[in-house]
């Protein structure tokens, strides 16, 4: 069941990424991993929710992958109160931690507006599975019913309480 539970919570972090993203060309993100390492989706994420902050395409054009991730977690930090949790060396690789990656997109959750849809959650469950569950987790997920009535609050703790016990634990490292 805590497996579920996590995979649900994986999937409605990932809808709510994908759905705020959607507008930026540059990011697909169809994973807590790889799809963060070059730093773009933790800026569009602020991006979209503050465009006031800064310009988009000079961060697009004009940095490095390390540079981008310590210009998002810099912002989050000063702008929205969010801890600089991870190092932009420990992201800008081919394999980030799942977990950290995770842990730091719950806590942009917390503070960015949560409304997530149906709609979104349909195409996180239409990526490919290797991209997202393993297929156990795949076939446990169908077997869910998503109500149209989802509570986010409730999601939001479930997923700090799936998250939150790996903060003192060595971090797997595999993709």
Known sequence: MAGLQQTNSEMILLSWVRQLTRNYPQVNVINFTSSW????????????????LFDWNAVVSQQSPVQRLDHAFNIARQHLGVEKLLDPEDIATACPDK????????????VLPQKVTMEAIREVEMLPRHSRVTREEHIEVHQQHFSQEVSFTFLFHLAALTLFPYLHHEFDVTC
Request: without cysteine.
């Open 99 to 110: 977990k950290s990656i995770l842990m730091y997109v719950t806590s942009l959750f917390q």
């Open 37 to 52: 390492s070059d730093g773009l989706a933790f800026n569009a994420l602020l991006h979209s929710h503050r465009p006031d």
